[in-house]
Nanobody, 121 residues
């Protein structure tokens, strides 16, 4: 199983980025996919998740209204559209897969390698 996160970069405050998580080696349309992020010196925190068919999504309060998670099961890919970025969004962003939703990173079965998002003020 492989999850490949991409799309990170350097952006000014107020800008946008779209992250992608491409999966292989698993039955993608049976998995919930979540994004977590980890800022320097902080613990990994839940950001957003989307269930297997895209029928339900959930966001951390800190990103609600600014981030949108979506998936394309035909492409085995999940996206995280991030608008209105703030300096406090700076972190390594990871995608993870699990059969059902959990807010706890240690309960996820598979992880991508992380993609760095840096937001300058």
């Amino acid at each position: 199983v492989q999850l490949q996160a991409s799309g990170g970069g350097l952006v000014q405050a107020g800008g946008s980025l779209r992250l992608s998580c491409a999966a292989s080696g698993l039955t993608f349309n049976t998995y919930t996919i979540a994004w977590f992020r980890q800022a320097p010196g902080k613990e990994r925190e839940f950001t957003a998740h989307i269930v297997w068919n895209g029928g339900s999504t959930y966001y951390a309060d800190s990103v609600k209204g600014r981030f949108t998670i979506s998936r394309d099961n035909a492409k085995n890919t999940v996206y995280l559209q991030m608008n209105g970025l703030k300096p406090e969004d700076t972190a390594l962003y990871y995608c993870a897969a699990r059969r059902s939703y959990s807010p706890f990173p240690n309960e996820y079965d598979y992880w991508g390698q992380g993609t760095l998002v840096t937001v300058s003020s």
